[in-house]
């Protein structure tokens, strides 16, 4: 926790210098221009350039994600001013980092031959990661350019969708043949010079790169030289096949500790691997897709994008809002005159409905998480609403009870306090079921059960809390 606080307060001094260096750069420059003098041209030249330098020297140290971070973290004209200072050869690596919304405003900002160029530096797996949202003729370009395995490559990982083991996999792997010797692979090794980021493991594969199983890094330590591969070699390695769902992948690298893992085609033929960091930023874009779902948003944001764009993110769901909103508005309606004599229950309304709506969402967020696990199916659905709806009721008597006695001293209506008791419970109850319900459903018709979810939720127990409350009122208080 301690490291992680240190890394945000880092990210933030170098978000702050930077920010400071602009409006620095900015400023004297403004200055220079008010200034009527000889040779004002060359002194605004030599400003310019010691400030610009100073700049650049600061992005150079940063790592391609710490100026990633601060590129998301600009408005419009502040980003594409910091990216004319980023180093071309790192533009490409700095691309991948961004988020997919910051990076349509990025490459559009460069030419073709920039981005050719910022393609060329990354490795085909990377390349994958880029590629849609390069323009046709750029990434036809980029094709052309590519050897045949390696075109052969990217076309294979562009077929696959992003949600599926194929899109993840790098082919930076390292494989030996099992009737060799401890010190041969070694030396195999040491030729090599380097191995690939998060190796901690070798595919051992036949003559036609079949994969026969994996050499972890530590068994070669620990064991005599003279050994052969196939004698300390594991074969019961956990698989992966490119059509697999890369959440599934996700949960058996966190399940089994996996750092890197094989992937092999239908003929168990080895085809690439999967990496732990590549796993990790599937899982955190994930997250942040869900979390940005379950707001009713459709896709990720740019956090300073223009003003038409956000709106065209955003009015679907606030669409659904109104029509809710005003279904809600018309149950009210209906007890108009119940509201007159009891001035009351115009307090005390939004206070069942919104207690139900946070019953709700609470349900639901639960729900989701086990769907995204994997722990709920068929078997165990009546148990999960059983223990939902013991928790909704528990709740509901118990806040219900709190409301209703601070509704009677209040008041002075004991007839209150008790409708106002048996509407809570009644909500909470319905919040239960609509909780455990709408997920379910949202799956069973092939829809993302994350996706606007709260907005659902909250529109069911707001509309079913006024006409449980009120139309209780009218029974027993009228």
């Known amino acids: 926790m301690a490291e992680t606080q240190e890394s945000k307060e880092s990210l933030q001094e170098n978000l ?30 030599l400003v310019h350039k010691q400030n610009l330098a100073e700049l650049q020297k600061k992005l150079d140290a940063l790592h391609p994600a710490d100026v990633a971070y601060i590129l998301e973290s600009l408005p419009l004209e502040q980003r594409l001013d910091i990216w004319e200072l980023v180093k071309a050869e790192r533009d490409g690596e700095i691309l991948l980092e961004v988020s997919d919304a910051v990076r349509q405003t990025l490459i559009a900002d460069m030419d073709s031959d920039e981005l050719l160029a910022a393609a060329e530096q990354l490795d085909t797996d990377e390349l994958a990661d880029l590629a849609p949202d390069l323009p046709k003729d750029v990434l036809q370009d980029l094709l052309d350019s590519l050897d045949i395995q390696n075109r052969e490559r990217l076309q294979s990982a562009l077929g696959y969708t992003d949600d599926a083991v194929g899109a993840l996999m790098d082919f930076d792997i390292v494989t030996i043949r099992e009737d060799i010797t401890l010190e041969v692979a070694l030396r195999y090794l040491r030729r090599l010079g380097g191995l690939p980021d998060h190796t901690d493991k070798l595919f051992v594969v036949d003559r036609y790169g079949i994969l026969q199983g994996v050499l972890p890094l530590k ?19 956990v698989v992966f096949h490119p059509e697999d769902k890369a959440d599934e992948a996700a949960k058996a690298f966190e399940r089994y ?26 899982i955190r874009e994930e997250a942040e897709s869900d979390m940005l779902s379950m707001a009713g948003l459709r896709e990720e944001e740019d956090l300073f994008s223009s003003v038409w764009k956000s709106v065209q993110n955003r009015w679907t769901w606030l669409a659904i809002n ?13 007890f108009e005159g119940s509201i007159e004599k009891i001035v009351a229950l115009a307090a005390l309304m939004p206070i069942v409905a919104g207690i139900g709506g946070n019953s709700g969402n609470q349900t639901t967020t639960m729900i ?7 722990q709920i199916a068929s078997y165990n659905m009546k148990s999960l609403l059983l223990k939902e709806l013991g928790v909704g009721l528990m709740n509901g008597l118990l806040w219900g009870s709190v409301l209703g006695v601070l509704a009677y001293f209040l008041y002075h209506n004991w007839a209150l306090g008790a409708v106002m008791t048996a509407a809570m419970t009644l909500n909470l109850l319905l919040a239960a079921i609509m909780g455990v319900m709408i997920p379910l459903v949202m799956t069973k018709s092939g829809r993302d059960p994350a996706v606007g979810s709260s907005v659902l ?21 009228i």
């Open 368 to 374: 989701v998480r086990g769907l995204a696990l994997g």
């Open 457 to 477: 939720i909250t529109a069911v127990t707001d509309s079913g809390g006024f006409f449980i409350f009120l139309g209780l009122a009218s029974i027993f208080l």
């Open 219 to 237: 068994r070669m330590v620990v064991n005599d030289l003279d050994a052969e591969v196939v004698d300390i070699m594991a074969d019961d390695a």
């Open 322 to 334: 109104l029509v809710t909103a005003f279904i809600a508005s018309r149950v009210i309606g209906l």
């Open 257 to 282: 500790d996996l750092v890197t893992a094989p992937v092999v085609d239908s003929n168990n033929k080895l085809v690439g691997r999967l990496t732990v960091d590549t796993v990790m930023d599937f």
């Open 16 to 45: 702050q210098q930077v920010i400071s260096l602009l409006n620095k750069h900015r400023l004297v420059e403004g200055l220079v221009h008010k200034q009527d003098m000889p040779k004002q041209h060359l002194l605004e030249t």
